[in-house]
């Protein structure tokens, strides 16, 4: 029958030892288990892989820190729940839903996951798959928050959606969408980004296939001399920033816009055809 299983790190910071869990006993497949509130022991790296959880849950109020760089707590979870503080190292592995609102730093790996969704708060980092032996695999990854999130380059998704205050991504996507904050893209392609509000870097040269630069966002492709390749821009509004002429397109769309409108004009460059009016 499954159970609950309590942190209380009563006898060390190991995972699985039977006195360091209220009720007493090691987790086994099907229990969940929470780190709760005021717990006081950290709980070191451990490879729990093997035991199929339903849930594991960090409450708000538990500040201990979990895991470490060289070793994260590795975990097989249907559900996560990250809602404390103190530095944490994850590595999850077939989970459905991975759910953080968190108040400091997480650092995340794993596979097959289907849906991270993160609220990140001011002063705190969410690392996914930044350093080079990592990977993590998530079909949608939604970002929010005054935070900041890194998505190294051992990052598989298909969407990822962010009003973050500052995101970085390194991997490559098929739908990028950005409502908020800065945005720098800096490798991977990419098959359509949508920013409709704040400031779009693309510091990188993956190709973009299609980009939808709305009134409110800002196409800053100033950090650098590389080249940018974007095959396709329809741009509602003429904010576009090219300084060094690196952004080889193929197609601009100016819908509903006029170079020298207010609010910025376009800084045109070379290798551009355009066509004004409404997309087919």
Not at 91 to 96: E, G, T
Not at 97 to 108: K, N, V
């Amino acid at each position: 029958m499954a159970d609950i299983k309590i942190w209380t790190g009563a006898t060390s910071g190991v995972f699985n030892v039977a006195g360091n869990w209220s009720p007493s006993g090691v987790p086994v497949s099907t229990d969940s288990i929470i780190y709760p509130k005021g717990a006081t022991v950290a709980a070191t790296g451990y490879n729990a892989s093997a035991i199929l959880l339903a849930a594991w849950t960090k409450e708000a109020g538990c500040a201990i820190a979990i895991g470490s760089q060289a070793v994260p707590m590795h975990i097989d979870a249907d559900a996560v729940y990250y809602y404390g503080t103190g530095a944490t190292y994850l590595q999850v592995d077939n989970c459905a839903a991975i759910s953080a609102d968190q108040g400091d730093d997480l650092y995340l790996s794993g596979a097959s996951v289907t849906l991270l969704t993160a609220n990140i708060a001011r002063g705190a980092t969410l690392e996914i798959a930044n350093l080079t032996s990592q990977t993590f695999a998530c079909t949608t990854i939604s970002l929010s928050g005054a935070g900041e999130a890194i998505l190294g380059a051992g990052v598989t998704m298909t969407t990822l959606n962010s009003s973050l205050a500052t995101c970085a991504n390194s991997s490559a996507a098929t739908t990028i969408n950005h409502s908020g904050g800065v945005f720098t893209h800096k490798a991977g392609a990419v098959t359509t980004v949508n920013s409709s509000y704040g400031t779009f870097k693309l510091d990188g040269t993956g190709t973009v296939t299609t980009l939808n630069k709305y009134t409110e966002s800002l196409l800053d492709c100033s950090n650098g001399m590389q080249i940018r390749t974007i095959t396709t821009i329809n741009a509602y509004s003429p904010r576009i920033k090219d300084p060094y002429k690196v952004i080889t397109w193929t197609t601009l769309n100016l819908i509903r816009c006029g170079v020298g409108a207010t609010g910025g004009e376009f800084d045109l460059g070379q290798h551009l055809t355009i066509t004004r009016g409404v997309p087919a």
